[in-house]
């Protein structure tokens, strides 16, 4: 699978409400003016880790589970606030990824974030289904 939607920081870019605007053209519909393509391919200053981290900056590391400070502070700050907001931890996201693989855990998050009744793709800042409009947080009972 293609890793542009595997970023360093441990989130899946494929459920970024970001990169969903951009991929189904819904600025107008969502009011929003800015999407991204993906963390590899942006390789900008996402709002996450990049902007704020020399070694990612410099690309020294695929993952943040390869560096030595793993998991760092930035990274813990960054997680508390996805689990809190979203449920979604990215240290957890990180540790499965070295455990299974970055293929694997691609397609993990492709299922989990595939819904159910319509089999769209669901936002997992909006909590919604960007094909179908249904409500949905698929990390909330875990
Ligand atoms: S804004 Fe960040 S998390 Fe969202 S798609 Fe772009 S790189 Fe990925
Ligand atoms: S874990 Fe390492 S690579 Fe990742 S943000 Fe922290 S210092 Fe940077
Ligand atoms: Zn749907």
Redesign the pocket.
Known sequence: MDNN?A?P?G????T????LLLKKDLFKKKGYKT??????I?N?N???L?RDCQALKKNEFEFCFECQKFPCQRLERLDNRYKTKYNVSFISNLKRNKEIGTNNWLEEQVELYTCPDCKGEICVHDAECYDCGKNINQNKSK
């Open positions: 939607l970023p920081c989130m899946y870019c494929g970024c409400r970001a990169y999407g991204c393509k993906g963390c590899r942006q900008k996402c709002a996450h990049k």
